[in-house]
């Protein structure tokens, strides 16, 4: 069962290699396949390379930083077909915004990031081949951006991912302080392969996917292509019993008496045909005289996605030994996410008393005379019962091209210089969003029924009218990055115990962004969206870093590094950054690890200046239906005097290799990261003063909350890695037996959101209503994988500890721990016979994720889905079919 990486390195030497200080941890490493008996017998030596956290080329086993290392074929045993299962399962990662969550980021439906250990979306390094790719278009609700991975690269076309799980500004620059996740491309292949994978989830949601590569060689050239077309249906919450999502605010709604100034006369009644047409009433936790709707049959648990992902490599060998190299990237998605008819009215609107309806008796019956009476503040949905769903698209354009040159120098030194652009462009279409103006305009002039009786039949409003007063938000966020980068590395003297190495270099970084929105959005004309201004900026970097190993003694290395970076910007300014580590290997069996840092991420370019408008759950004394939570548009603004945020990273482990084949990892972690950008508090603001000038109100109501955002918060956290691996071939078989498990236990994860205001202690707390992210102090994995022949079998389980709820109407409450199970069996055809092996190697596969099909466990949440959707997966079991082609 070795793993066969393009540097010819077996998995087993590889896990020996993780008992003197690589952390070979992830997914199942042990988990591969089976080489020939021949290839078994070899005697393969691992060669010195660049390995992520290094810019020195050495031996895997030489980091002396928490690596760990996850091969393609592990990532196939247990069924992982694309990122977002990926990165939901990593036990270092928590807090990705995976999942579709209607009330915290609409915006990212059909993207995946990664989030290690919780310090945030923005905070983790992502990386291709070595080096940087550009940012999405498209923010979370708390203004943070991200490379997407699931339009990164063709998965058919990767190799490898290394994750450096500690600070990694020293040598990467801005946003390393949770770690640095470098994809490795399969460059050099020669050959093709083609695989068609179908899956079936419950309720007849379904995935297809078709992956392409070939490579081939031609002298000292060598190119690779690569393609990926994805195709996902959505799955709706009414599709899943558990996933209840409702709102106080629907159709036909409710109605507050008002003077003619706007005052209100009292709280809000029912239409009186609430109850008949399909809402209810009333019963919301927002008091009552509302009309509730019901959205799950409008809301997508999983969004309808397309992909189509393309990738070409270039490597090209100079009689000199210089190789010239390029990479070329390319992808499209579009996702589609169902909503209600129409967004709830948190604008005002009102209903004359001469409108005809009212005229007719219509409207609610209200005990307050006319005068004072004067007009009634429509508080409900304009669409809702007896509309269809309508959809927000979300689009992405993707591109980005490296080309370098890399070489050997006199005196065993190398050299690498490479110049990377990449390019993003996001567009976004809210699509038929109510116009504010236009609605009031239509009440006024009686042509729309806003009563229940337009529902019932009685007067049904004219689908012309309704045209007239609908509209897309659209935008579109263009970003780009201009990377350029050059290292030098080599050997500048002797000591008795080896080497010493010495690795320097520079990079320059440029990166711009720029929204455009139509002219409604910019003029503020929507009901609940609002809308919001164009923006544009960018942000220049320059920095130099230099790093060394010294091998003080055979059994003892240290590592040096030095970064400093300068901004464009006063603000930012510049930094330096020191990053030391040790390493101790006694003998072959054991090796002991320590690293320190400082890491450092500067403002993200749309934080600098961009209005971000979100949608989220504010608890309002005021309200005038009683006092609860209310759905608020909060509308953040950035400033030119944000300044980094800083971390400082301690990691302290052992690994053990007793016997080759089996290997114990266990690594101490602590990040204390200070400076946080975030939005000031909109529950802060309105529970120290509901009338704070950032607050404003029509007729009681919040209508929007202005926040900017601001360094303020800081976050301390610590835990625990633990890994296990074991790989053995049973003597005189062909039975290959491995089992890998891994682990991570949180601590501590401790939030100070200003001076002078109270630490939470919030490790295994949801963190739905702070701005940490969900953390579970357990997570855990373990795959069992055998094969013998033709045939191959792998189990897998995963666990996820229970947390405690912070959120809905019983805060306190513990969410259940969730543990599943994947299982898989796998055919080589060839071997049985059904193909000639010589020509082809086909391979099925058949299997299914969440084998019993164990529901996420409940989790109280305001007026949203009774799960948490950044922890847990909505979609239950999943069976899926796989035919991969080798020729």
């Known amino acids: ?324 190299f390029a990479d070329f990237n390319y992808s499209w998605r579009e996702s589609k996410r169902t909503g209600a008819p129409s967004f709830p009215g948190l604008r005002p609107i009102t209903v004359p008393l001469d409108h005809p309806r009212v005229i007719a008796g219509d409207a609610p019956t209200f005990t307050v005379p006319s005068p004072p009476l004067a007009q009634l503040r429509f508080f409900g949905r304009p669409l809702g019962t007896g509309f269809d769903a309508v959809e927000s698209i979300l689009e992405d354009d993707y591109y980005r091209f490296t080309g370098g040159v890399r070489g050997d120098l006199s005196g065993g030194w190398d050299y690498e210089a490479a110049v990377t652009y990449g390019h993003n462009r996001h567009f976004s279409s809210g699509r038929n969003d109510v116009l504010a103006a236009e609605l009031q305009e239509a009440i006024n002039t009686g042509a729309f029924n806003p009563f229940g009786t337009a529902l019932n039949g009685v007067a049904p409003n004219d689908p012309a009218v309704i045209d007239s007063f609908r509209a897309n938000n659209e935008f579109v966020v263009k970003s780009n990055l201009v990377t350029v980068d050059g290292v030098v590395s080599g050997d500048i003297f002797e000591l008795p115990a080896g080497s010493v190495g010495l690795a320097f270099g520079g990079q320059y970084r440029y990166s711009d962004r720029n929204l455009d929105a139509n002219d409604l959005s910019n003029a503020r004309a929507f009901f609940f969206t609002i809308g919001t201004p164009d923006f544009s900026g960018d942000l220049t970097a320059f920095s130099f870093f230099a790093e060394t190993a010294i091998p003080v003694a055979e059994w003892m290395e240290i590592q040096a590094a030095l970064r400093y970076e300068n901004y464009n910007i006063d603000s930012i300014g510049d930094s330096i950054d020191p990053k030391i580590a040790v390493l101790i290997r006694p003998n072959d069996v054991i090796s ?116 900017t955002l601001i360094n303020a918060p800081s976050l301390e956290t610590d835990g625990f890695d633990f890994a296990v691996t074991y790989d053995t071939t049973i003597p005189d078989t062909d039975f290959n037996f491995g089992i890998n498990a891994n682990a991570t236990y949180v601590l501590n994860y401790d939030i100070l959101a200003g001076a002078g205001q109270q630490t939470l202690e919030v490790a295994g707390f949801r963190n739905r209503t702070n701005i940490g992210n969900p953390t579970p102090q357990w997570r855990a994995n373990f795959t069992v994988v055998g094969s013998i022949g033709a045939h191959r079998a792998s189990f897998t389980g995963r666990h996820i500890g229970s947390f405690i709820n912070d959120d809905g109407s019983d805060p306190g409450a513990e969410i259940n721990s969730w543990t599943i199970f994947d299982a898989q069996y796998a055919v080589d055809l060839s071997a049985l016979g059904i193909f000639d092996a010589d020509t082809m190697t086909p391979t099925l596969t058949v299997g299914a994720t969440n084998l019993f099909n164990k529901e996420p466990p409940f989790a109280n949440t305001a007026n949203a889905f009774a799960f948490e959707p950044r922890v847990h997966d909505p979609r239950g079991r999943v069976l899926y079919l796989r035919l991969g082609v080798g020729f």
């Open 1 to 324: 069962m070795n793993w066969q990486g393009k540097r010819g390195m077996s998995l087993s030497k590889l896990f020996l290699s993780a008992s003197i200080g690589v952390m070979a941890t992830g997914f199942g490493e042990a988990a591969a396949n089976a080489q020939n008996a021949d290839d078994k017998t070899d005697e393969l030596t691992i060669d010195e390379i660049v390995i992520t956290g290094s810019f020195i080329k050495r031996d895997p086993a030489s980091s002396a930083s928490p690596l760990s290392i996850i091969g393609r074929d592990s990532l196939t045993d247990q069924g992982i077909a694309n990122p977002i299962d990926f990165a939901r399962f990593l036990t270092a990662n928590t807090g990705s915004e995976l999942n579709a969550d209607i009330f915290t980021s609409g915006g990212v439906a059909g993207t995946a990031q990664y989030n290690l250990r919780g310090l945030g979306l923005g905070s983790t390094l992502v990386l291709l081949n070595g080096r940087r790719s550009v940012l999405s278009g498209a923010d979370n609700s708390s203004s943070l951006s991200f490379v997407d991975i699931n339009t990164l690269l063709p998965q058919i076309m990767l190799d490898r991912i290394e994750i450096l799980k500690d600070g990694a500004s020293t040598l990467y620059g801005s946003d390393a302080v949770a770690g640095v996740v470098n994809h490795i491309t399969r460059d050099k292949f020669v050959g093709g392969e083609i695989a068609i994978d179908y899956r079936n989830g419950l309720a007849d949601q379904r995935n297809y996917q078709v992956d392409a590569i070939y490579g081939w060689e031609s002298g000292a050239t060598n190119i690779v292509v690569g393609f990926s077309f994805v195709d996902q249906t959505k799955l709706l919450a009414s599709e899943r019993e558990f996933a209840t999502v409702s709102s106080g605010i629907g159709s036909p709604g409710a109605f507050f008496p008002q003077t003619a100034s706007g005052a209100n006369l009292g709280g809000p009644v029912t239409d009186p045909l609430c109850g008949v047409v399909g809402g209810s009433t009333p019963s919301f936790p927002g008091g009552p005289g509302v009309c509730s709707f019901d959205l799950a049959p409008f809301t997508d648990l999983v969004p309808d996605d397309q992909r189509v992902l393309g990738m070409l490599t270039l490597r090209h060998e100079l009689a000199s030994g210089m190789e010239l």
């Open 592 to 707: 002991l690890r320590a690293s320190f840092s400082t890491a450092f991420r500067a403002p993200q370019v749309q934080q600098l200046g961009e209005t971000n408008v979100a949608v989220n759950p504010v608890f309002d004394p005021l309200n005038p239906t009683g006092p609860g939570v209310v759905f608020v548009p909060i509308e953040t603004v950035g400033t030119r005097n944000l300044r980094p945020e800083e971390a400082t990273t301690y990691n302290a482990g052992l690994s053990l290799s007793p016997f080759d084949g089996l290997s114990f990892d266990f690594d101490y972690w602590r990040f204390e990261y200070d400076n946080l950008i975030t939005a000031e508090s909109a529950q802060a603001i309105v529970s120290a003063n509901p009338n704070d000038p950032a607050v404003t109100r029509t007729g009681g109501v919040i209508e929007r909350i202005n926040l």
